[in-house]
């Protein structure tokens, strides 16, 4: 088990460097990848839900706590698990225009902001309108999930993506050398 404050201080720095966390809820159990940015107070800022193209929240906006893992940006490997209580950033308030700038900054290939959009002000808009901000931190005091030497792999989530078709028959062989 590692220690409260030592988690902490590895879920704070590692939030800072990635951009993927993996956000799990008790309702179905699977971690799912979401992109965030660190708030520099010990918590990130997810944006999501709308119809505007933004990341599905899986229903992450409708509980009070969750699981988060942050991973090491180097070796892409799972740093360390901790229990988060989830809050929603309330529209027109203070905290929410503050969580908008750092959110914005990084948000990319928004709808908004590509040829013939609407710009920053569209966005922001928008994201008032019809999408919700969550802001997550750590639990106080909490342990972070003991991973023991099991790897947290999991089997993948139902999707209905599939593969336009066969997969072609030459794949990874290189060229053709033509004498």
């Given at each position: 088990m590692v220690d409260a404050v030592l988690a902490r201080a590895l879920f704070e720095e590692a939030a800072r460097k990635s951009s993927l966390v993996w956000a799990r809820t008790s309702a179905d159990g699977a971690a799912r990848a979401l992109w965030h940015v660190a708030d520099g107070a010990g918590g990130v800022l997810v944006v999501g839900g709308g119809a505007g193209g933004e990341q599905p929240l899986f229903g992450l906006d409708a509980v009070s706590e969750a699981w988060l893992t942050v991973r090491s940006k180097?070796?892409?490997?799972?740093?360390?698990?901790?229990?988060?209580?989830?809050?929603?950033?309330?529209?027109?308030?203070?905290?929410?225009?503050?969580?908008?700038?750092?959110?914005?900054?990084?948000?990319?290939?928004?709808?908004?902001?590509?040829?013939?959009?609407?710009?920053?002000?569209?966005?922001?808009?928008?994201?008032?309108?019809?999408?919700?901000?969550?802001?997550?931190?750590?639990?106080?005091?909490?342990?972070a999930l003991d991973g023991g030497d099991a790897s947290g792999a999991a089997p993948p989530v139902p999707s209905p993506a599939t593969t336009r078709g066969r997969v072609p028959r030459r794949v990874g062989r290189g060229r053709k050398r033509f004498r």
């Amino acid at each position: 088990m590692v220690d409260a404050v030592l988690a902490r201080a590895l879920f704070e720095e590692a939030a800072r460097k990635s951009s993927l966390v993996w956000a799990r809820t008790s309702a179905d159990g699977a971690a799912r990848a979401l992109w965030h940015v660190a708030d520099g107070a010990g918590g990130v800022l997810v944006v999501g839900g709308g119809a505007g193209g933004e990341q599905p929240l899986f229903g992450l906006d409708a509980v009070s706590e969750a699981w988060l893992t942050v991973r090491s940006k180097d070796a892409r490997a799972r740093l360390v698990t901790l229990p988060v209580a989830v809050e929603r950033v309330p529209s027109g308030t203070a905290a929410w225009d503050e969580a908008v700038a750092l959110l914005k900054g990084k948000r990319l290939n928004a709808v908004d902001l590509v040829d013939g959009g609407d710009g920053v002000d569209g966005l922001e808009a928008r994201w008032g309108r019809e999408c919700v901000v969550l802001r997550m931190a750590p639990v106080e005091g909490a342990a972070a999930l003991d991973g023991g030497d099991a790897s947290g792999a999991a089997p993948p989530v139902p999707s209905p993506a599939t593969t336009r078709g066969r997969v072609p028959r030459r794949v990874g062989r290189g060229r053709k050398r033509f004498r």
